[in-house]
């Protein structure tokens, strides 16, 4: 009897997850076993839904984003007494050897438990724009989720220029930093603050203050947002808390703008940047890395080796364990940070 796959994309939607699952079934289906695809993540295998991925056009699909098996946040961990049991059974039903989760540290961290408590066999790829995901270097949706952030604050300096303004970039990243830094300095923003660093508007003004003395008619500050504002050593930013108990986050560009402007009087406007970092087509790299990943992925199903996830370790493709992947938000370091220092804050001071 041959091999039967099944395999979910969870979390929310990156750039990249149609290429993995196009890497995964090439090589899957290649070896003669066959591919279940659930949808909308883990929702799929508590409800049974399903779609058969036998017939897909995989070297068509792997230039589109989004996920062809959508996605969801949903958990099984969510309500564990009943919800486990039905992935369980799910997995008996379709008599399958092996289920392939492609997701982030909600996703990934569902398919951990249930290898280790219920001995599934799972296997992980990385994904996340986030970027968050440790013993990974990167996650594929990064880079291109850079790019959109990248060219959105190219593009806003004509704007910014033309009316002598700031232009305050909110990115996505929950609480990590890691797109706002690699869109700000690679658009050289004036100004990035990170959730990493607490970001004091008195130093932020400061800093603006000497460009525009310094003869500079606009500027950009690109915001992660996460960043938690503060003004007079109080918080500025939201005290609410997710379903995970961590600070809610969003709002952070319009409070950054909102004061530069009755601080400095100099006119400032703010945006929103959202789901725009996630949608539209992969990057060429965001492309390769995901189809590798998932051929990665394909080949632990088939040496049987559970409990692991693709990732990339200085340059090249490793197995890890996925424990070690979920064990800790990867966040910037102080290594990341000192290296451009200059561009984030604190710059000394304060
Ligand atoms: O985790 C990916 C991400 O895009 C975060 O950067 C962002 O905070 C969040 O998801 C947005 O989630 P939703 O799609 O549920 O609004």
Not at 37 to 55: H, I, P
Not at 188 to 214: F, K, M, Q, Y
Request: hydrophobic share 45%; with cysteine.
């Amino acid at each position: 009897m041959s091999l039967r796959v099944g395999v979910l994309t969870g979390g929310g939607d990156a750039p990249g997850l149609n290429a993995a699952i196009c890497g995964l079934g090439r090589r899957l289906i290649a070896a003669g076993a066959e591919m279940i695809g659930f949808k909308d993540g883990w929702r799929g295998m508590m409800n049974d839904s399903t779609r058969s991925l036998q017939d897909a056009n995989f070297q068509h699909l792997l230039v589109y984003g989004g996920t062809l098996l959508g996605s969801s946040g949903d958990n099984p961990y969510r309500d564990p007494a009943t919800m486990v049991p039905k992935v369980l059974e799910n997995f008996r039903k379709h008599r399958l050897d092996a289920l392939v989760a492609i997701g982030g540290e909600g996703t990934l961290g569902a398919a951990d438990r249930l290898w280790r408590e219920h001995q599934l066999p799972v296997v992980g790829v990385p994904k996340t724009i986030d970027n968050d995901l440790d013993a990974t270097d990167f996650t594929f949706g990064f880079f291109s989720a850079v790019e959109v952030a990248t060219r959105a604050m190219d593009d806003l300096r004509s704007t910014a220029d033309s009316h002598g303004r700031v232009m305050v970039v909110e990115c996505m990243g929950r609480h990590a930093g890691w797109i706002t830094a690699y869109a700000g300095v690679a658009s050289g923003a004036e100004g990035i603050l990170v959730p990493e660093r607490p970001a004091h508007l008195e130093e932020l003004c400061a800093n603006l203050e000497r460009l525009r003395a310094s003869g500079k008619k606009s500027a950009i500050v690109a915001v992660a947002e996460g960043t938690r504002i503060y003004e007079n050593g109080v918080c500025l930013s939201s005290m609410d808390k997710d379903e995970f108990g961590e600070y809610q986050t969003g709002g952070a560009a319009f409070t950054v703008a909102k004061k530069i402007q009755a601080r400095l009087g100099w006119e400032a406007r703010h945006l929103v940047l959202g789901h725009l970092q996630r949608a539209g087509k992969p990057i060429a790299f965001d492309r390769i890395f995901a189809l590798r990943l998932g051929a990665r992925a394909a080949r632990l199903v088939l040496e049987k080796r559970y409990g692991f996830m693709a990732a990339m370790r200085a340059g090249e493709l490793v197995d890890v364990p996925l424990q070690a992947a979920v064990a800790a938000r990867k966040v910037l370091t102080d290594q990341f940070l000192d290296r451009y220092e200059g561009f984030f804050l604190p710059i000394g001071g304060l």
